[in-house]
């Protein structure tokens, strides 16, 4: 194709996306009060630098039933907007949940939901949360069927006992109900929660190397079907417009798979308290990693700590 006739598409896209774009902001579902009252809240991040917490839920914020928090991450927009950082939370992280005392923390969706949440990721890190964003399972399963898949790549072939599925060794097409089984796996990994992270991250990058691909941008009916999807999959913050999602995207419209880190809260592995098997957090380590997403510094922390996760190779 021509560059004249790609440059055709693209501007057909733009053009059918700018006039669906009220329709795609009503798709968006709103959390109202999903931050705890300013009062004790950590100062913001230094400079334009944003931090947005993201979850994903088998239920929607609201929804009545057990709403714990399958997947929770920090995702932290650097002021220069020249990288991202994946900041995993194990989810059987033994924190301090305000009103509660001492639980795993993803207990504290199920508690009290976004705002009791936030407040507990807030004391823990003294990171303050610019922004909530909430991913709906079944949202995601009609995603990745709209990007038609990603492919990733599994060192060794590797068995699921509660849902009965092997992976094979080699490279592993998810798409749909598969995609979901593959990044929400815990039993039979060899890092349990750790490596699920690592598999969640992963898959996000390959997402992304999907998303920013010629074949999706430069066809508008596709490209329409994701974003039709991603919307209507997503709760967000009641500031969260679909201009903040536009300019932020337009601001990160130089950020390629290559540029995004990964990386999970410093830790000491897994012990048992009370019978239960849980995570116990590094406090030394991560007060050093918290300072530096506060103060914006995470790629100097990375170069002299080290720290990220390699996603090249998942079990």
């Known amino acids: ?38 009062a004790g809240r950590p100062v913001k991040t230094v400079g334009e630098a944003q931090n947005w917490l993201l979850i994903g839920s088998d239920k929607r914020p609201g929804e009545a039933g057990n709403q714990r928090a399958d997947t929770i991450m920090i995702v932290h927009v650097p002021a ?24 795993k923390i993803n207990a504290a969706y199920s508690f009290g939901g976004p705002k009791l949440l936030i407040r507990t990721v807030e004391d823990l890190t003294r990171v303050r949360i610019d922004h909530f964003a909430a991913l709906d399972f079944q949202g995601f399963v009609t995603m990745t069927k709209a990007i038609g ?20 060794q080699g490279t592993v097409h998810l798409e749909g109900e598969k995609a979901l089984l593959f990044v929400r796996q815990r039993y039979n990994l060899p890092g349990g929660d750790f490596d699920r992270i690592r598999r969640q991250q992963a898959f996000i990058g390959a997402m992304g190397r999907k998303i920013i691909s010629r074949d999706l941008l430069t066809d508008p009916l596709k490209l329409n079907d994701f974003l039709e999807a991603l919307t ?5 913050d009641s500031g969260v417009t679909l201009g903040t999602l536009r300019d932020l995207a337009l601001e990160l419209r130089d950020v390629r798979p290559d540029d995004v880190d990964s990386a999970t809260l410093p830790n000491l592995g897994s ?15 991560g007060e050093r990693f918290y300072a530096a997403i506060r ?13 990220l996760n390699d996603l090249t190779i998942l079990p």
């Open 1 to 38: 194709m021509t560059a004249l006739g790609v440059a055709m598409v693209v501007a057909a896209g733009f053009a059918v996306l700018m006039e669906r774009q009220f329709a795609l902001n009503g798709n968006i579902e709103r959390i109202p009060e999903a931050f705890p009252e300013e």
């Open 80 to 103: 220069d907007r020249a990288r991202l950082t994946l900041i995993g939370i194990p989810r059987d992280s033994y924190v301090r949940i305000p009103g509660h005392g001492n639980n």
């Open 149 to 168: 898949g990603v492919d990733v790549y599994v060192a060794r072939e590797v068995y699921d006992p509660a849902n009965k599925v092997t992976w094979p």
């Open 232 to 236: 209507r999959a997503v709760s967000v």
């Open 271 to 285: 012990v048992t308290v009370r019978g239960a098997s849980v995570v116990r957090l590094d406090k030394k380590a």
């Open 295 to 307: 103060d914006d510094k995470l790629t100097d922390y990375f170069d002299r700590s080290g720290g």
